[in-house]
């Protein structure tokens, strides 16, 4: 990566996926970071084996924006350890330009922005930019940096006294003083407020159009959304899904319907099933039993209101073609009470990871 010495801001902090490099994760070019079959395992307190990571494959190319979107646990900064060379896989192996991670770190392909730590609190910015500078034989020069990442105006203050948008800006100086090829962030912009957010990913957005290819981690669903150009879904050490950003947002193009059934009760307190098998498939994706209390992925059947020797049970259904669907159900059947509200990203996150969890199960229940 070549960086200018005037370059080039965007117009706005909050520019969309849209305005980065579009370079696809099937180029045929050779990938920058390769991670094959990686598994990591831990031992808990009772000596049982925990596996954080499990039997990952992840390819990056150049120029590629790519998050690792996940729940807290879901292995996210154990895979980040693992490119950064900070822990080894137990089984599997990662490499970054035909480099071991700790190699790629030593000759500097790689810049890291992580959760917390690195900064020493009582050393100014300018004295820490040039402190960490010494130890490059070669780097960005520290005026372009400043004008860059924006620090101007914080190059006297005492790292302790910027807030924890400013110190991820300094970390982010940092990460990119070697010049690198690949920047990894860890969470960057967890505690930070709407504001600082913005003018962070100002900065990344900046670095990505300039063509550095940038893999962060986040379990912000907008983040995911607005800047990268390909998600991969974590959950339980696990990959669920590798998906450039448009067709991982045309899974939640879709809408959730609810819908009551009454139905008698049998002398068990049992509900027969609504009579929705027929639905034709081009009108549902998918059918979740909602209880009474609206808990969603209920596993088990239970009438959620009863009166009168009558339940009501609630599902919802998430579909393409809503008005289809209420009309199938409103002229075949006794369905009433209907809501419609439009799927998100955190929908088709969680349907995933309910997926993921009954195959888990299955695979437990068979063994």
Same mark, same amino acid.
């Given at each position: 990566?070549?960086?200018?010495?005037?370059?080039?801001?965007?117009?706005?902090?909050?520019?969309?996926?849209?305005?980065?490099?579009?370079?696809?994760?099937?180029?045929?070019?050779?990938?920058?970071?390769?991670?094959?079959?990686?598994?990591?395992?831990?031992?808990?307190?009772?000596?049982?084996?925990?596996?954080?990571?499990?039997?990952?494959?992840?390819?990056?190319?150049?120029?590629?924006?790519?998050?690792?979107?996940?729940?807290?646990?879901?292995?996210?900064?154990?895979?980040?350890?693992?490119?950064?060379?900070?822990?080894?896989?137990?089984?599997?192996?990662?490499?970054?330009?035909?480099?071991?991670?700790?190699?790629?770190?030593?000759?500097?392909?790689?810049?890291?922005?992580?959760?917390?730590?690195?900064?020493?609190?009582?050393?100014?910015?300018?004295?820490?930019?040039?402190?960490?500078?010494?130890?490059?034989?070669?780097?960005?020069?520290?005026?372009?940096?400043?004008?860059?990442?924006?620090?101007?105006?914080?190059?006297?203050?005492?790292?302790?006294?910027?807030?924890?948008?400013?110190?991820?800006?300094?970390?982010?100086?940092?990460?990119?003083?070697?010049?690198?090829?690949?920047?990894?962030?860890?969470?960057?912009?967890?505690?930070?407020?709407?504001?600082?957010?913005?003018?962070?990913?100002?900065?990344?957005?900046?670095?990505?159009? +300039?063509?550095?290819?940038?893999?962060?981690?986040?379990?912000?669903?907008?983040?995911?959304?607005?800047?990268? +150009?390909?998600?991969?879904?974590?959950?339980?050490?696990?990959?669920?899904?590798?998906?450039?950003?448009?067709?991982?947002?045309?899974?939640?193009?879709?809408?959730?319907?609810?819908?009551?059934?009454?139905?008698?009760?049998?002398?068990?307190?049992?509900?027969?099933?609504?009579?929705?098998?027929?639905?034709?498939?081009?009108?549902?994706?998918?059918?979740?039993?909602?209880?009474?209390?609206?808990?969603?992925?209920?596993?088990?059947?239970?009438?959620?209101?009863?009166?009168?020797?009558?339940?009501?049970?609630?599902?919802?259904?998430?579909? +393409?073609?809503?008005?289809?669907?209420?009309?199938?159900?409103?002229?075949?059947?006794?369905?009433?009470?209907?809501?419609?509200?439009?799927?998100?990203?955190?929908?088709?996150?969680?349907?995933?990871?309910?997926?993921?969890?009954?195959?888990?199960?299955?695979?437990?229940?068979?063994?």
């Amino acid at each position: 990566m070549k960086v200018s010495s005037n370059p080039k801001k965007p117009s706005s902090a909050t520019e969309s996926v849209s305005a980065l490099p579009n370079v696809s994760h099937t180029s045929h070019t050779s990938p920058l970071l390769r991670i094959c079959d990686v598994t990591k395992q831990f031992r808990s307190g009772n000596r049982d084996v925990v596996n954080a990571v499990k039997r990952v494959n992840i390819s990056l190319h150049r120029g590629e924006v790519v998050a690792i979107l996940g729940e807290n646990g879901a292995g996210k900064t154990t895979l980040i350890d693992m490119i950064l060379g900070l822990t080894t896989p137990t089984s599997g192996h990662i490499e970054v330009l035909g480099h071991s991670p700790r190699d790629a770190i030593r000759v500097s392909k790689i810049g890291a922005v992580l959760q917390t730590g690195g900064l020493l609190p009582d050393v100014a910015v300018a004295d820490t930019l040039r402190m960490i500078a010494s130890g490059y034989p070669e780097h960005i020069a520290i005026d372009q940096l400043v004008e860059q990442v924006g620090l101007q105006d914080l190059l006297d203050r005492k790292v302790g006294k910027c807030s924890g948008g400013e110190q991820q800006r300094v970390k982010f100086a940092l990460a990119l003083l070697g010049n690198p090829e690949l920047i990894v962030l860890d969470e960057p912009t967890t505690g930070m407020d709407p504001s600082a957010r913005r003018e962070f990913w100002a900065g990344i957005h900046a670095c990505a159009q +300039r063509g550095t290819t940038i893999l962060f981690t986040t379990h912000y669903m907008d983040e995911a959304e607005k800047f990268a +150009r390909r998600i991969v879904m974590m959950h339980k050490g696990n990959v669920l899904a590798d998906l450039d950003t448009q067709s991982m947002l045309a899974l939640a193009q879709s809408a959730l319907v609810q819908a009551s059934f009454p139905a008698e009760v049998d002398r068990q307190g049992a509900t027969p099933l609504p009579p929705t098998a027929a639905v034709p498939d081009n009108i549902i994706d998918e059918v979740t039993e909602i209880s009474g209390l609206k808990q969603k992925n209920k596993s088990l059947f239970e009438p959620s209101a009863q009166e009168d020797n009558r339940a009501v049970r609630t599902l919802q259904f998430r579909t +393409r073609e809503p008005d289809a669907l209420i009309r199938y159900l409103v002229t075949e059947t006794n369905a009433c009470n209907f809501t419609v509200q439009k799927a998100s990203l955190d929908d088709v996150f969680i349907s995933m990871q309910r997926d993921a969890e009954q195959s888990m199960q299955r695979d437990a229940e068979q063994s």
